[in-house]
């Protein structure tokens, strides 16, 4: 099974929930944890998992064969992302602007154009403990992340319980890193920014048609407006975290929650729980 | 005109709440909510919506049913795994999946597919009590921030000009990707909110690497810096050796979040120690400036 973890707002929890639910699931089952949000990756600086392999990944570019090109200037017509511009005496390309659709290859009479990858980031595999680590990360400066969550998904555990932490919004990055999940966990907090935000996520859950579930993170510091919208718009309410000091400095640190504060274990157990039983429905 | 920009790397730090504070400060600003897939700047400002505009950032790929002869030449040249056969009604493209390349359109050999300029959201020229907002809303699981965020930013110079504003300020995207570089690509001043946890300030060096690589100048603001002291020098002793000012510290306070849920910045709110040191951060950054 592969569970989603994901928020339309950054910063509510989403590390938080993957790394602890991670952690709480390996001692009673296989676990993959999966970081995609290769913009700022931060499970590792929670799992501290030792890097066992690691490999850089990269999008498919144009490479123009000078001698075989004459400059006709179909590719640069062809392509949709202005990749490719026709100066008349030579052509440019613009790696970083490429989608890596190979159109510009195809459509090139004098078959003068070969694809190469351009690395973008890296991805890494590892082991915390008793679960397996993977994420990406994306080199300073790049601007698209969905190829590279493409290439650190294709690289999960079929056989074992999959968390994937995504990256925040309701735009391509996170689609590309929940498309495919059997499930999807929206973290939100109790706030005028949390609800606002999670109601744009959950319409992105849906435009998926994946099932999906809330947990409402430091449940304690808002009001009840999440709590009524969840109401309103039946969705299951899977669990409700403590808006908890000392859980708050834990993660200040770099310690899981559930290491720090022994209620926690339970809290993300029994959310554990919830998720798989609202899954099975 | 000077033109700063408000970003985080991490999200949830507290960049539309500063930024909030910073417009209830500034004088003849133009605001711009450049995080467009998650606004959350309208629902502090308040805004009137004086104009909507539909955003057309791309084209997207469509299968004719009637001339699909199901031959499966889209799905094989697609690149982003976006056309899939289904059972019933055969071939189709995923719209969320599409990257608007437009190969399938160009080699259907029956003609059977459209590729046509979509709409992917809308945006906002409107007003509020601290001057004009222009902001968006990029549709649910839409591609294309980087070139809304672009015009955005367009739009609000054009405001800017129009109106002698003294400052463009600019409410960035989570992140260092797409619609961030968008954000600050010509900007002038960069303020970066961080917190001093391990996650914050992992992200901070990888925002500060990319401020770097765009060759702006930045200034720190460390948000909730009582949180965890260790951590609050730790970043100061960061910033010391990469030569990035810090603008100021802001305790960790409730205050930030009962604002928010009344819909005021925090300076409007209360004027305890988080609108001081708000303000006090406000002045160094306009001295900052003013040094330039």
Same mark, same amino acid.
């Given at each position: 099974?592969?569970?989603?973890?994901?928020?339309?707002?950054?910063?509510?929890?989403?590390?938080?929930?993957?790394?602890?639910?991670?952690?709480?699931?390996?001692?009673?089952?296989?676990?993959?944890?999966?970081?995609?949000?290769?913009?700022?990756?931060?499970?590792?600086?929670?799992?501290?998992?030792?890097?066992?392999?690691?490999?850089?990944?990269?999008?498919?570019?144009?490479?123009?064969?000078?001698?075989?090109?004459?400059?006709?200037?179909?590719?640069?017509?062809?392509?949709?992302?202005?990749?490719?511009?026709?100066?008349?005496?030579?052509?440019?390309?613009?790696?970083?602007?490429?989608?890596?659709?190979?159109?510009?290859?195809?459509?090139?009479?004098?078959?003068?154009?070969?694809?190469?990858?351009?690395?973008?980031?890296?991805?890494?595999?590892?082991?915390?403990?008793?679960?397996?680590?993977?994420?990406?990360?994306?080199?300073?400066?790049?601007?698209?992340?969905?190829?590279?969550?493409?290439?650190?998904?294709?690289?999960?555990?079929?056989?074992?319980?999959?968390?994937?932490?995504?990256?925040?919004?309701?735009?391509?990055?996170?689609?590309?890193?929940?498309?495919?999940?059997?499930?999807? !966990?929206?973290?939100?907090?109790?706030? +005028?920014?949390?609800?606002?935000?999670?109601? =744009? &996520? %959950?319409?992105? $859950?849906? *435009?998926?048609?994946?099932?999906?579930?809330?947990?409402?993170?430091?449940?304690?510091?808002?009001?009840?407006?999440?709590?009524?919208?969840?109401?309103?718009?039946?969705?299951?309410?899977?669990?409700? !975290?403590?808006?908890?000091?000392?859980? +708050?400095?834990?993660?200040?640190?770099?310690? =899981? &929650? %559930?290491?720090? $504060?022994? *209620?926690?274990?339970?809290?993300?157990?029994?959310?554990?729980?919830?998720?798989?039983?609202?899954?099975?429905? | 005109?000077?033109?700063?920009?408000?970003?985080?790397?991490?999200?949830?730090?507290?960049?539309?709440?500063?930024?909030?504070?910073?417009?209830?400060?500034?004088?003849?600003?133009?605001?711009?909510?450049?995080?467009?897939?998650?606004?959350?700047?309208?629902?502090?400002?308040?805004?009137?919506?004086?104009?909507?505009?539909?955003?057309?950032?791309?084209?997207?790929?469509?299968?004719?049913?009637?001339?699909?002869?199901?031959?499966?030449?889209?799905?094989?040249?697609?690149?982003?795994?976006?056309?899939?056969?289904?059972?019933?009604?055969?071939?189709?493209?995923?719209?969320?999946?599409?990257?608007?390349?437009?190969?399938?359109?160009?080699?259907?050999?029956?003609?059977?597919?459209?590729?046509?300029?979509?709409?992917?959201?809308?945006?906002?020229?409107?007003?509020?009590?601290?001057?004009?907002?222009?902001?968006?809303?990029?549709?649910?699981?839409?591609?294309?921030?980087?070139?809304?965020?672009?015009?955005?930013?367009?739009?609000?110079?054009?405001?800017?000009?129009?109106?002698?504003?003294?400052?463009?300020?600019?409410?960035?995207?989570?992140?260092?990707?797409?619609?961030?570089?968008?954000?600050?690509?010509?900007?002038?001043?960069?303020?970066?909110?961080?917190?001093?946890?391990?996650?914050?300030?992992?992200?901070?060096?990888?925002?500060?690497?990319?401020?770097?690589?765009?060759?702006?100048?930045?200034?720190?603001?460390?948000?909730?810096?009582?949180?965890?002291?260790?951590?609050?020098?730790?970043?100061?002793?960061?910033?010391?050796?990469?030569?990035?000012?810090?603008?100021?510290?802001?305790?960790?306070?409730?205050?930030?979040?009962?604002?928010?849920?009344?819909?005021?910045?925090?300076?409007?709110?209360?004027?305890?120690?988080?609108?001081?040191?708000?303000?006090?951060?406000?002045?160094?950054?306009?001295?900052?400036?003013?040094?330039?």
């Amino acid at each position: 099974m592969r569970i989603a973890i994901a928020s339309g707002k950054g910063g509510t929890g989403k590390t938080t929930v993957a790394t602890n639910l991670a952690r709480v699931l390996s001692a009673t089952c296989p676990v993959q944890y999966v970081d995609c949000d290769v913009e700022e990756p931060n499970g590792h600086l929670f799992l501290q998992p030792r890097i066992t392999r690691s490999h850089p990944a990269g999008i498919p570019v144009p490479l123009i064969d000078v001698e075989r090109c004459t400059r006709c200037g179909a590719c640069s017509l062809f392509c949709q992302y202005h990749a490719i511009a026709n100066l008349g005496a030579t052509l440019l390309v613009f790696p970083e602007l490429c989608h890596g659709c190979g159109g510009c290859a195809r459509v090139c009479p004098e078959r003068a154009i070969r694809e190469e990858q351009r690395p973008i980031g890296v991805i890494e595999h590892g082991t915390a403990g008793g679960i397996a680590f993977l994420h990406g990360c994306l080199n300073v400066g790049e601007t698209m992340s969905p190829p590279l969550i493409r290439a650190v998904l294709q690289q999960t555990d079929a056989a074992v319980t999959v968390i994937i932490d995504a990256p925040p919004g309701t735009s391509c990055p996170v689609l590309t890193a929940i498309r495919g999940a059997d499930f999807v !966990l929206l973290v939100t907090e109790p706030t +005028a920014f949390g609800l606002h935000d999670l109601i =744009l &996520a %959950v319409e992105m $859950v849906r *435009a998926l048609q994946l099932p999906l579930g809330i947990v409402i993170n430091r449940a304690d510091m808002g009001d009840d407006r999440v709590e009524r919208y969840c109401m309103t718009e039946h969705l299951p309410i899977l669990g409700r !975290l403590p808006h908890d000091r000392h859980v +708050a400095e834990a993660y200040a640190r770099g310690v =899981l &929650a %559930v290491d720090a $504060v022994p *209620a926690m274990t339970a809290a993300i157990q029994a959310l554990a729980t919830a998720i798989f039983r609202e899954a099975a429905v | 005109m000077n033109e700063i920009v408000v970003i985080s790397g991490k999200g949830g730090t507290g960049k539309t709440s500063v930024t909030a504070a910073f417009a209830a400060l500034a004088h003849r600003a133009v605001l711009v909510d450049c995080d467009v897939d998650a606004a959350d700047l309208h629902l502090v400002l308040s805004p009137t919506v004086e104009e909507t505009h539909d955003f057309f950032g791309g084209r997207h790929a469509r299968i004719i049913p009637a001339r699909c002869r199901a031959c499966g030449a889209c799905a094989e040249r697609c690149q982003f795994a976006a056309i899939r056969q289904h059972a019933d009604s055969g071939y189709r493209v995923d719209r969320l999946a599409c990257e608007g390349c437009g190969v399938c359109a160009h080699f259907c050999p029956h003609g059977a597919m459209v590729f046509e300029e979509t709409c992917n959201g809308q945006w906002f020229r409107s007003s509020m009590r601290f001057g004009p907002l222009v902001h968006a809303r990029l549709g649910i699981a839409e591609a294309n921030s980087g070139k809304l965020v672009a015009l955005i930013r367009r739009e609000a110079r054009k405001i800017a000009v129009a109106t002698d504003a003294a400052l463009l300020l600019v409410d960035g995207p989570p992140g260092i990707g797409c619609p961030v570089i968008s954000s600050l690509t010509g900007a002038d001043h960069v303020v970066i909110v961080t917190e001093p946890t391990i996650a914050g300030r992992h992200d901070l060096q990888r925002v500060i690497a990319l401020t770097a690589y765009c060759h702006l100048p930045a200034g720190i603001i460390i948000n909730k810096a009582d949180l965890y002291p260790e951590g609050t020098e730790e970043i100061m002793r960061y910033a010391l050796a990469r030569k990035v000012a810090v603008l100021g510290c802001i305790p960790y306070d409730p205050v930030i979040t009962q604002a928010q849920l009344v819909g005021k910045s925090v300076i409007e709110y209360t004027d305890g120690p988080v609108s001081q040191a708000l303000r006090e951060i406000w002045d160094r950054l306009l001295s900052f400036q003013r040094k330039e």
